[in-house]
Antibody, heavy 121, light 110 residues
Framework: QVQLVQSGAEVKKPGTSVKVSCQAS????????ISWVRQAPGQGLEWMGW????????KYAQKVQGRVTMTRDTSTSTANMELRSLRSDDTAVYYC??????????????WGQGTTVTVSS | QSALTQPASVSGSPGQSITISCTGT?????????VSWYQQHPGKAPKLMIY???RRPSGVSNRFSGSKSGNTASLTISGLQAEDEADYYC??????????FGGGTKLTVL
């Protein structure tokens, strides 16, 4: 079955970076896009950006532009999200989510289990 | 890009119908038929319930339906059941080629 399995929880200090991975299985990885969405404790969902797994093209939300890099490795069917210069308000559960194709406007249909990132000194 | 506007909470009794609204602008909800709705139970990942305004994924109950008028999309749940109690989020594609979510609505089944 289609599945996205994310890497484990992270605890980071302010100013450092975190990299979260998302391994896909059960479908042809490079035929779909992947978005990253985060959810701060007790808060709503926030879209961070998208990567086309076919050609690596990306689109980032203005709020994290300049601090985030999304990449993919087609040989391992893995998408990665690196967030730099971490602040306390980056503490959140980070989700990867598959779009139903490679076009940005196609909806997200499958979600990973989430990765908790805690930023604390 | 500002978040879409949803009511913070709605409630209904079992068997009743409820509607959750999602208001955006002509640059997102009003400009595209790319509105999705997600259900999220506590501690779980979101689940797609409606996409492209009114399409239902395979396996989602036909008690869930979606619609749109102008800059406002709506999710209607008919025949409310206890397991429908959850948070619901709308999302829309935007003119900046990005996605934006609503603030979320907590549904309580009385």
């Amino acid at each position: 079955q289609v599945q996205l399995v994310q890497s484990g929880a992270e605890v980071k200090k302010p100013g450092t970076s975190v990299k979260v991975s998302c391994q896909a299985s059960g479908y042809t990885f490079n035929s779909y896009g992947i978005s990253w969405v985060r959810q701060a404790p007790g808060q709503g969902l926030e879209w961070m950006g998208w990567i086309n797994a076919y050609n690596g093209n990306t689109k980032y939300a203005q709020k994290v532009q300049g601090r985030v890099t999304m990449t993919r490795d087609t040989s391992t069917s893995t998408a990665n999200m690196e967030l730099r210069s971490l602040r306390s308000d980056d503490t959140a559960v980070y989700y990867c989510a598959r779009h139903s194709g490679t076009s940005t406007w196609l909806s997200v249909d499958v979600w990973g289990q989430g990765t908790t990132v805690t930023v604390s000194s | 890009q500002s978040a879409l506007t949803q009511p913070a909470s709605v409630s209904g009794s079992p068997g009743q119908s409820i509607t959750i609204s999602c208001t955006g602008t002509s640059s997102d909800v009003g400009g595209y038929n790319y509105v999705s709705w997600y259900q999220q139970h506590p501690g779980k990942a979101p689940k797609l319930m409606i996409y492209d305004v009114s399409r239902r994924p395979s396996g989602v109950s036909n008690r869930f339906s979606g619609s749109k008028s102008g800059n406002t999309a709506s999710l209607t749940i008919s025949g409310l059941q206890a397991e429908d109690e959850a948070d619901y989020y709308c999302s829309s594609y935007t003119s900046s080629s990005t996605w934006v979510f609503g603030g979320g609505t907590k549904l309580t089944v009385l």
